[in-house]
């Protein structure tokens, strides 16, 4: 639990820095790997299906198995090892911070003035198309994308992450 807390505290501090290699990239790299080694394959509906159900079970298995083999590494070497390296793993599935900032920098452009701007800060945490949205529009963007990112990056991850740690909550 204390590297729960620790976790939490890293990502309240420092939340997600640009320079950091973060999992979630390495994640995705491979997600579009596969999906192109699927879609190469498969090109019938059921075909799909079970390439989709490959990619699925491959990925969430790769997600907790590199963590927990980590984890027995670190901890063999040394026990500081393993509590650091789960702490750093645990931070990594937390987003909190992120969350605030995106969704601060979108409410500091409207309350500047500036809706392109706002605009474009939404752009990035949104996958919907921005360019024609209003100012109401913009901020109920904003909210839902903030509270449904909540459960994903945060809420999720903690209750995971307390039933079975780093690796079950990368998965």
Known sequence: MISIWAALGLDFLIG????????????????????????????????????GVILVVTTVTLSFLVPYLLLLALGAVHPWLYYIGNIILLWTCLAAKCLQNEGMKVFF????????KARTNLSYIVGRDTESLEEEEIVKATVETVVENTSDGVIAPLFYMMIGGAPLAMA
């Not at 997600?16 to 509906?45: A, N, Q």
């Not at 452009?109 to 392109?116: F, M, P, Q, V, W």
Request: with cysteine; hydrophobic share 40%; glycine share 10%.
């Open 16 to 51: 997600d820095p640009y320079w950091f290699p973060h999992p979630v990239r390495f994640i995705g790299k491979y997600i579009s790997l596969v999906e192109k080694c699927v879609r190469r394959f498969f090109s019938s509906p059921a075909g799909l299906k079970i390439g």
């Open 109 to 116: 452009a409207l309350k500047e003035g500036d809706i392109s």
